[in-house]
């Protein structure tokens, strides 16, 4: 597509009364700037908190590319520290052989793990508490024999991108305690947990899609994020409870910092973001810091995004919710956290309202302004406020925002979002 229809192909989509509504975004909201290569593209300056310091360049510097296709060689393209530029192409399944044989759950078990034994030794009406003892301790060694197959460790330095329509299926991608990442252009379906523990109340599992744990510098774009064909509403319950095949799509947490993700979408979920480990993690006081901007989330049941600790911005994001059954909340104040929240646009179903955007979950505050609702202006913090008047929130935060592009009109969004975010825009 030629630059200049390229820049305002967004915008025509939404029509004139749109544009009747704002101005019209310049070439800064461009996700992709023309005549790059989005292999070695690095994060703009000011582009939300990844930009801070050093920057977010990646594998930018690697002198070769490398393709790859299978399990294995994703592994080992991504592992280490110098500079490099892996290309996704195609579809790889986790859970496959490197001639594509599916490896089922039962391959991964270690004796005396069956599904059926498990359930039958920590049946609450001969057990309490958590799992634990020799079954217990089979059903991890079977989890770590799966983890070896399907967590990939990408290293520092590192520029992860998807050619075309590529597709991870039953990975969980992990950045662990680096520096300089960007991972691009990709979907990231089904993190599939075989092996799910029983915590004495629940089931819990473990893989994330993808997880920031303790790394910095980090730039996920134009990513597409969902559980593929396993729906957890759908899974049978043992116990009475679910039993969970997944956990988050997007974690940012262990003293992680320095994050920008932007023009990707995530959908069907239930625990979608989680950033900041837990209420007594102080070691995450001045950490966590990430900027969403540009994103499109549908159907997220919770966490879009919950944070403790962390000082995060929120801007430009679409949310859309279709079932009134399966939403609980989009922002999660934690405990000493700090959301800026600006001009993002919700579309609502009916019997949603939009005091249930905010959860408190023992934070002090949010600094929201601009959000839409169902085609209006709409406070949300004050209907939140009202909802809850017995703990209210104050519209202050202690954090900052952090740097940022250009913020546009929420009207604006659904637009923009809807022509430029999620995998395969980028080629």
Known sequence: MPPSIRRTAPLLAAGAVLLSLVAAPSATAQPTPDNVDPSRQTLAAGDGWASEGSGTTGGAAAK??????TPAELRQAVAGDQPKIVQVAGLIDANTTEDGRRIPCEQYAVAPYTLADYLATYDPARWTGPASGPME???KASNNRQREQVQVDIGANTTLIGVGRAHLVGFSLNIDRVDNVIVRNLRISDAYDCFPVWNGETWKTEWDNLVVSGGTHVWLDHLTLDDGDTVDAEQPRYFG?????????????????LVTISWSKLSG??????WGNGDTVVADRGKIRVTLHHNEFTDLVQRAPRVRFGQVNVYNNLYRVTDPSHYEYS?????????TARENWFELTAGVTPDRIIHNWGGTGISESGSWVNGRKTAVL??????HPEAPLLSTVTGSAGPHLTIYPAPSVPALVGAWAGAGRLD
């Open 64 to 69: 070769n590319v490398i393709r790859v296709r």
């Open 137 to 139: 301790d089979a059903r």
């Open 241 to 257: 409870e679910l039993f969970l095949r997944h956990d988050g799509l997007l974690d940012v947490v262990r003293q992680a910092d």
């Open 269 to 274: 979920h239930d625990k979608s973001m989680l």
């Open 331 to 339: 922002w999660g104040v934690g405990v000493e956290s700090s959301i």
């Open 382 to 387: 004050d209907a939140y406020n009202a909802a």
